[in-house]
């Protein structure tokens, strides 16, 4: 659908690049996993450069790796697809591993680091180049970290 007053972008721009179909159905696969009200653990996350928001619901095992995620996002379709692949690939994974993804994932955002070895993780390749989309990208990692954190001991 077409804005009034605007021409239609060409076929090759870096928006369309960016917002392709495959990162625009990996956003829309994130309402497969909801924020539920019987996910113990909560994380949030606000990125600082575009303010977009995601919580994270979480449940872990007796091992203390993930077991059910679920996830409430305020963000744009990247920060949306990003926090898809989070989901969707966060079972089975400990705060060791969570940590160790984040701080490549940040990296090779910045263009420092070879990818994670993230599944699917090849999908936000095109959101390097745009570094306002940078925080949102690591908003899900950023809120299972808020959740996984060691909670004070109630007095």
């Excluded at 936000?124 to 808020?146: E, F, M, S, T």
Aim: proline share 10%; glycine share 6%.
């Amino acid at each position: 659908m077409r804005r009034a007053g605007r021409p239609p972008l060409p076929p090759e721009t870096p928006r369309s690049v960016l917002y392709s179909p495959e990162i625009l159905a990996a956003a829309v696969a994130l309402a497969d996993h909801p924020l539920r009200d019987d996910l113990p653990m909560r994380g949030e996350a606000r990125s600082r450069s575009c303010g977009s928001t995601l919580t994270l619901g979480l449940a872990t095992d007796r091992e203390g790796r993930i077991a059910t995620t679920g996830c409430q996002a305020k963000a744009c379709a990247v920060g949306q697809a990003a926090a898809s692949l989070f989901v969707r690939h966060a079972n089975g994974r400990c705060i060791d591993d969570i940590v160790r993804h984040r701080d490549r994932l940040a990296a090779w955002l910045a263009g420092e680091h070879p990818p994670p070895d993230w599944p699917e993780i090849d999908l936000l390749a095109p959101a390097r180049a745009y570094p306002a989309r940078h925080g949102a990208i690591l908003l899900a990692w950023d809120a299972a970290l808020a959740a996984l954190a060691p909670q004070p001991a109630l007095r």
